[in-house]
């Protein structure tokens, strides 16, 4: 009914840069708005740590790893959030989740929930 959908993972080699794209979306007839999105990464054999995160005002906050090296954004209109991530190295080697508390307006009411992403993988390797 409603759901994030993830792209622009890949292999890249050490400094380089990639850029993940992450859009809601709900049935028609609904209106999906996202508040909080953001970007977490799960490192294989470690827990799932915050990379960063953007309030609808755009407000912004960055994991200590990636501070200055990652830059996150969005486009309300679109229901989407972005994370360009530059200088990258090999210790950010991770599966990449997008995540949004949302509200979805339908006929019969609203909800409000958690959204997560099904994952997107980044290899950072020469």
């Known amino acids: 009914q409603v759901q994030l959908a993830e792209s622009g993972g890949g292999l890249v080699q050490p400094g380089g840069s990639l850029r993940l794209s992450c859009e809601g979306s709900?049935?028609?007839?609904?209106?999906?708005?996202?508040?909080?999105m953001a970007w977490y990464r799960q490192i294989s054999g470690k827990e799932r740590e915050l990379v960063a995160d953007?309030?609808?005002?755009?407000?912004?906050n960055y994991g200590a790893a990636v501070k200055g090296r990652f830059t996150i954004s969005r486009d309300n209109a679109k229901n989407a959030a972005y994370l360009q991530m530059n200088s990258l190295r090999p210790e950010d080697t991770a599966v990449y989740y997008c995540?949004?508390?949302?509200?979805?307006?339908?006929?019969?009411?609203?909800?409000?929930?958690?959204?997560w992403g099904q994952g997107a993988q980044v290899t950072v390797s020469s």
């Open positions: 995540n949004a508390d949302y509200l979805l307006f339908e006929d019969s009411g609203t909800v409000a929930g958690r959204l």
């Open positions: 953007i309030t609808s005002e755009g407000n912004t």
């Open positions: 709900a049935v028609f007839g609904s209106t999906l708005r996202l508040n909080t």
